[in-house]
């Protein structure tokens, strides 16, 4: 299995980005993901939420990126996208996909982390 992700770059602040996840293999596609994430973690701080939603698309955000990002989600591909809007240079760390299944077979996986570089 493997959480595929895309996007990332360096933008001036106020620019924008988009990151994209893709869910590959066979236990993606018989059992997908009840959740799934875009999480960030920027240097000399923990790992944290930015955004995530459900199967049913239901989605929740960090207070942070309320109004200028926005997540969206295939379950025919199981992808996930996350639109990056009016960015600040505080939105500069790696972005990393999860994908989250509670029901059997249960997992948790990770992407490998992507770079977005906000410049002030």
């Known amino acids: 299995v493997q959480l595929q992700a895309s996007g990332g770059g360096l933008v001036q602040a106020g620019g924008s980005l988009s990151l994209s996840c893709a869910a590959l293999g066979s236990t993606f596609e018989n059992y997908p993901p009840g959740i799934m994430a875009w999480y960030r973690q920027a240097p000399g701080k923990e790992r944290e939420l930015v955004a995530n939603i459900d199967y049913s698309k239901r989605i929740s955000y960090a207070e942070s990126v309320k109004g200028r990002f926005t997540i969206s989600r295939s379950n025919a591909r199981n992808t996930v996208s996350l639109q990056m809007n009016s960015l600040k240079p505080d939105d500069t760390a790696v972005y990393y996909c999860?994908?989250?299944?509670?029901?059997?077979?249960?997992?948790?996986?990770w992407g490998r982390g992507t770079q977005v570089t906000v410049s002030s």
């Open positions: 999860n994908a989250l299944r509670a029901n059997w077979p249960e997992y948790d996986h």
